[in-house]
């Protein structure tokens, strides 16, 4: 989470007042790891098809955690531009592809509830950073909250990978959803899970493969840019720095408290209809933040955009692995991830935009 945009949208207002650097540039950091994630996914998820996610993911951590030392010791924005880009690719094409590919192959019919688990995870990471990053740089500075998190990105990445990851239930005599390979009488039992999996060249002939891609790459243009700017976007409105830091701590419990409960409903729904209300959600937020000046109008705005980014953690991996199957997941989840360009610029447009026509009036010249 240290490299995913609710939590460097904390670090951006202390940053900007030290540094004296705009907006779009610490924007740009975050575009530039989006695209070399981006890239990089494409070769690492046929990685992890043919190794498995331990190495990937265990690899990614040490790389996020020492990106996060570096970012504690930036003067100039290449330098922040390298050791953030080097933390979000990381997070991108490591941490976040091998997880999500780990666990949409050991699970079929339980695919909902254990990705769901997963996304858990992640919102509660994003709930709590922000109030304990902000408590950090209260008593320190922002510099200090960035080795406090390299400390647990050592700790919490890592050391779980290593010791748990495991490529795909039928290296080790099991099947999906904890099924016995074995019947009653001793005679081995087919996959009972019924699923199908397509290779990358049969996935790339279908219509429906680049109708996911195209949804795949339009979604996170709109939620990364939320996501990065929302705490600094309350800031200028007039929110008390706590109260705008609150923000996104309570879009991730809201993500955190709904996810679970869709995941379950994922397994009996067809995950297109979650799709179409993840894409209705997002735009009921939107609508709403256009009018967000108050904290009780900014709570609505992070509960509904709280739930819809909730469902994308679950619809974007469901959607590739449930039309597509398991064994070649990784490689037709990398191989999506360059065709998702558009979504970086999100950000560093918004940053841009901000930054021109901040408390209602133009306050610089336009650098983007």
Not at 23 to 34: K, L, P
Not at 92 to 97: H, K, T
Not at 185 to 204: F, N
């Given at each position: 989470m240290?490299?995913?945009?609710?939590?460097?949208?904390?670090?951006?207002?202390?940053?900007?007042?030290?540094?004296?650097?705009?907006?779009?540039t610490?924007s740009?950091?975050f575009?530039?790891?989006?695209?070399?994630?981006?890239?990089a996914?494409?070769?690492?998820?046929r990685?992890?098809?043919r190794?498995?996610?331990?190495?990937?993911?265990?690899?990614?951590?040490?790389?996020?955690?020492?990106?996060?030392?570096?970012?504690?010791?930036?003067?100039?924005p290449?330098?922040?531009?390298a050791?953030?880009?080097?933390?979000?690719?990381?997070?991108?094409a490591?941490?976040?592809?091998?997880?999500?590919?780990?666990?949409?192959?050991?699970?079929?019919?339980?695919?909902?509830r254990?990705?769901?688990?997963?996304?858990v995870?992640?919102?509660?990471?994003?709930?709590?950073?922000?109030?304990?990053?902000?408590?950090?740089?209260?008593?320190?500075?922002?510099?200090?909250?960035?080795?406090?998190?390299?400390g647990?990105?050592?700790?919490?990445?890592?050391?779980?990978?290593?010791?748990?990851?495991?490529?795909?239930?039928?290296?080790?005599?099991?099947?999906?959803?904890?099924a016995a390979?074995?019947?009653?009488?001793?005679?081995?039992t087919a996959?009972?899970?019924?699923?199908?999996?397509?290779?990358?060249?049969?996935?790339?002939?279908?219509?429906?493969?680049?109708?996911?891609?195209?949804?795949?790459?339009?979604?996170?243009?709109?939620?990364?840019?939320?996501?990065?700017?929302?705490?600094?976007?309350?800031?200028d409105?007039?929110?008390?720095?706590?109260?705008?830091?609150?923000?996104?701590?309570?879009?991730?419990?809201?993500?955190?408290?709904?996810?679970?409960?869709?995941?379950?409903?994922?397994?009996?729904?067809?995950?297109?209809?979650?799709?179409m209300?993840?894409?209705?959600?997002v735009?009921?937020?939107?609508?709403?933040?256009l009018?967000a000046?108050?904290?009780?109008m900014?709570?609505?705005?992070?509960v509904?955009?709280?739930?819809?980014?909730?469902?994308?953690?679950?619809?974007?991996?469901?959607?590739?692995?449930?039309?597509?199957?398991?064994?070649?997941?990784?490689?037709?989840?990398?191989?999506?991830?360059?065709?998702?360009?558009?979504?970086?610029?999100?950000?560093?447009?918004?940053?841009?935009?901000?930054?021109?026509?901040?408390?209602?009036?133009?306050?610089?010249?336009?650098?983007?």
């Amino acid at each position: 989470m240290p490299a995913f945009g609710p939590i460097l949208g904390v670090f951006i207002e202390p940053i900007e007042r030290e540094l004296g650097w705009s907006r779009a540039t610490i924007s740009t950091a975050f575009m530039i790891g989006s695209a070399t994630g981006a890239l990089a996914s494409v070769v690492v998820g046929r990685l992890v098809d043919r190794h498995g996610p331990r190495v990937v993911v265990a690899a990614g951590g040490l790389l996020i955690a020492g990106a996060l030392l570096g970012l504690s010791t930036v003067q100039e924005p290449w330098q922040f531009w390298a050791y953030f880009g080097l933390a979000r690719a990381s997070a991108i094409a490591g941490v976040e592809l091998g997880t999500s590919v780990a666990i949409a192959k050991w699970f079929v019919r339980k695919r909902g509830r254990a990705l769901g688990l997963k996304a858990v995870g992640q919102r509660l990471g994003q709930a709590v950073m922000p109030l304990g990053i902000f408590a950090v740089m209260t008593a320190a500075d922002w510099r200090a909250a960035y080795v406090v998190l390299a400390g647990l990105a050592a700790v919490l990445i890592v050391l779980p990978s290593a010791l748990l990851l495991r490529r795909r239930p039928e290296d080790h005599g099991l099947l999906p959803d904890g099924a016995a390979r074995q019947g009653p009488g001793g005679e081995e039992t087919a996959d009972p899970s019924g699923e199908g999996s397509w290779t990358l060249a049969e996935a790339r002939r279908t219509r429906s493969f680049w109708l996911i891609a195209v949804f795949l790459s339009l979604t996170p243009f709109v939620q990364g840019a939320v996501n990065l700017h929302m705490v600094v976007n309350f800031h200028d409105k007039g929110l008390a720095p706590a109260l705008a830091v609150s923000i996104a701590s309570i879009f991730a419990a809201t993500s955190a408290l709904s996810i679970l409960p869709i995941g379950f409903l994922l397994e009996r729904v067809h995950v297109r209809y979650a799709g179409m209300v993840q894409a209705l959600l997002v735009l009921a937020s939107m609508l709403i933040l256009l009018v967000a000046d108050t904290y009780p109008m900014a709570v609505a705005f992070a509960v509904v955009f709280g739930i819809g980014a909730g469902m994308r953690n679950l619809v974007e991996v469901m959607l590739l692995a449930n039309y597509f199957g398991r064994e070649s997941l990784g490689a037709i989840k990398g191989f999506t991830a360059p065709l998702r360009a558009i979504s970086p610029i999100g950000p560093v447009l918004v940053g841009c935009e901000l930054e021109f026509t901040r408390d209602g009036v133009v306050t610089g010249v336009f650098d983007g």
